[in-house]
């Protein structure tokens, strides 16, 4: 069975750092597209970042900002999270996909994490 786990959130002010990490379990992802996706309170839950064999990819409001990274021999993937701003506000889930690749969008992913909170104070 396959599990995803996160941690690393928590509250930190505008400007500071979090590292989040998804440690997997139950398959073998170094050969997987994974991905981080991010949800506030009343929106959709939307694309941050994924990792592939050719390196990360961002959407618009993180890059520069954010990088992901994964340890194959942990089966683990962190995204380090910089210059936060109130508006990273979200529950940040880690996601893989069925098969080894994925884009960008929600429906690809198949296996989720619980998520962890992120709060960026002004």
């Known amino acids: 069975q396959v599990q995803l786990v996160e941690s690393g959130g928590g509250l930190v002010q505008t400007g500071g750092s979090l590292r989040l990490s998804c440690a997997a379990s139950g398959r073998t992802f170094s050969n997987y597209v994974m991905g981080w996706f991010r949800q506030a309170p009343g929106k ?8 592939s064999r050719n390196g990360g990819l961002y959407a618009e409001s993180v890059k520069g900002r954010f990088t992901i990274s994964r340890d ?3 089966n ?3 995204l380090q999270m910089n210059s ?15 098969f080894g690749r994925a884009g960008i969008a929600v429906q690809e992913y198949e296996y989720w994490g619980q998520g962890t909170q992120v709060t960026v104070s002004s």
């Open 76 to 78: 683990t993937v962190y």
């Open 84 to 98: 936060l701003k109130p508006e990273d506000t979200a529950v940040y889930y880690c996601a893989a996909p069925s």
């Open 44 to 51: 959709e839950r939307e694309f941050v970042a994924r990792i």
């Open 72 to 74: 194959n021999a942990k």
